[in-house]
C-alpha cells in the first residue's frame, strides 16, 4: 500500500479542531496573508526580555501544540488571531513556535503546507544559524519555502519565497557538508557553543520528524540524539544522517514514512504532548 502525508491536515501538534471557531474568524484564505499573520502573535524570548512580563511568561516557549499557543494567546487576548496583538499579548517563542503556528493556520484552511528544521544563512554574514522556517503548496506539486518571523523583520526582501541557499534544512546542510561545500564549525544555535556536525545531525533528524507532521522543540532530543551531541557516535549513525539527508530531498512520502518508523528516528510519545 502506498503511503501518503496529508499536509493538509493537523497532525498531533498543529490539529486546531478543538479550539473555538471564532478565534479563527477573517482567517485569510491567502497562504502568504496566513504567513504574515504570525509575527503579531509571537515574541522571541529576547525582544520580551524588553517588556515587563511577569517571569511565568518565558515558560511559554516551551509548549509544543499549536493549539495550546493559540489558546494562550486567547487567554491573554480573546480577539480573534486576525486581530495584531500588542508585544506583551503575543506568545513568548522561538522561531520554531513562529513555523508551527503558522503551519497550522495553513493546514486549518486547507493548504498544504510543512515545518522544515534547519539553518538560515540570512541573520549573520558566513553562519548558518538554527532556525524554522515553513513550506506551502498551493497548487499540489510544487512548495514554497517562507520564513513567517521574518515576515516582521528586515533581514530579507522577500521573506515569502525564500531563494536556494538562504534557508537549509537539516539534511541540506548534512549532504554540503559530506560534500566539503561548508565550514559546520559555523553551523548552529546563536548565543551558544553549539555549532558543529552534531547540530546539523539534530537538526536533520527534527527535519525528518516536522516531514512526518512531528514538529519537536528545538532542543528535544532522543534516540542517539544526546550521544551524537556528546561526541559518543561514530561512523554508522553518520550513514544514518547521510540516509535521512537523502530520503528528505527525495521527499516521497512512502520512504520519508517508513524511514521515520525505524530505531533512533521516531519521536516518542511524551515528547507530542
Known amino acids: 500500500m502506498t503511503t501518503t502525508i496529508d499536509y493538509t491536515a ?11 471557531r471564532g478565534a479563527f474568524d477573517d482567517l485569510p484564505e491567502d497562504a502568504v496573508e496566513i504567513c504574515r499573520l504570525t509575527h503579531r502573535l509571537v515574541i522571541q524570548p529576547h525582544d520580551a526580555g524588553r517588556l515587563e512580563l511577569p517571569p511565568g511568561r518565558f515558560g511559554e516557549n516551551q509548549i509544543r501544540p499549536a493549539a495550546d499557543l493559540v489558546n494562550r494567546l486567547l487567554d491573554l487576548d480573546p480577539s480573534p488571531l486576525t486581530t495584531p496583538r500588542p508585544p506583551e499579548r503575543r506568545v513568548v517563542g522561538t ?11 495553513l493546514r486549518h484552511r486547507g493548504i ?12 549573520q554574514p558566513g553562519l548558518g544559524l538554527d532556525h524554522w522556517v515553513i513550506e506551502f503548496s498551493v497548487d499540489g506539486t510544487s512548495w514554497v519555502r517562507a520564513d513567517p518571523e521574518a515576515m516582521g ?12 541557499g538562504q534557508f537549509l534544512t537539516g539534511g541540506e546542510a548534512w549532504s554540503e557538508f559530506r560534500a566539503g561545500n561548508i565550514d559546520p564549525a559555523k553551523f548552529g544555535v546563536w548565543g551558544t557553543e553549539n555549532f558543529g556536525p552534531a547540530e546539523i545531525r539534530g537538526n536533520a533528524i527534527r527535519d525528518l520528524a516536522a516531514l512526518n507532521r512531528v514538529e519537536t522543540l528545538p532542543w528535544d532530543e532522543w534516540g542517539r540524539m544526546e550521544a551524537s551531541y556528546q561526541g559518543h557516535t561514530g ?10 539527508a537523502t530520503t528528505c530531498a527525495s521527499d516521497d512520502p512512502e520512504d520519508v514514512a517508513t524511514l521515520y518508523q525505524s530505531e533512533d528516528l521516531e519521536v516518542p510519545p511524551a515528547l507530542t504532548i
Open 10 to 20: 493537523g497532525g498531533p501538534l498543529t490539529d486546531l479542531s478543538a479550539v473555538g
Open 235 to 244: 561512523a554508522d549513525y553518520d550513514t544514518l544522517i547521510d540516509t535521512i
Open 95 to 105: 522561531c520554531r513556535h513562529f513555523a508551527v503556528l503558522t503551519c497550522a493556520l
Open 153 to 164: 523583520l528586515t533581514v530579507l526582501s522577500n521573506p515569502e519565497a525564500l531563494v536556494p
Open 112 to 123: 498544504a503546507a510543512r515545518a522544515r528544521c534547519g539553518f538560515a544563512t540570512y541573520f
